[in-house]
């Protein structure tokens, strides 16, 4: 049974920094991309960054770009996000995912953890 569990989240002020990690169990680590989404209340996911199988690529939407950083350890099985530079836009149900590629569309990822709350404050 392949099981995504997100942790690291929490209640921030903004300015201040947050690392998720995604541990991952039943699923060939290093065959996957793995990638991280968001959803805020009332909005559709949408996509964070994403890494592919050996940590030589990333990908990150606009929004995070040069504040967020994606790793992996396919080693420990984990892939973490850290991040930095937080704003009160960035509060959000985070999300990790892995697919057979990378990818920014949700609907291309096959497994997904259940998620991990960010709160930033201002």
């Known amino acids: 049974q392949v099981q995504l569990v997100e942790s690291g989240g929490g209640l921030v002020q903004a300015g201040g920094s947050l690392r998720l990690s995604c541990a991952t169990s039943?699923?060939?680590?290093?065959?996957?991309?793995m990638n991280w989404f968001r959803q805020a209340p009332g909005k559709e996911r949408e996509f964070v960054g994403a890494i592919n199988r050996d940590g030589s690529i990333t990908r990150y939407a606009d929004s995070v770009k040069g504040r967020f950083t994606i790793s992996r350890d396919n080693a420990k099985n984990t892939v973490y996000l850290q991040m930095n530079s937080l704003k009160p836009e960035d509060s959000a149900v985070y999300y990790c995912?892995?697919?057979?590629?990378?990818?920014?569309?949700?609907?291309?990822?096959?497994?997904w953890g259940k998620g991990t709350l960010v709160t930033v404050s201002s």
């Open positions: 995912g892995g697919s057979g590629s990378l990818t920014s569309n949700f609907r291309a990822v096959s497994y």
């Open positions: 039943g699923l060939t680590f290093s065959n996957h991309a």
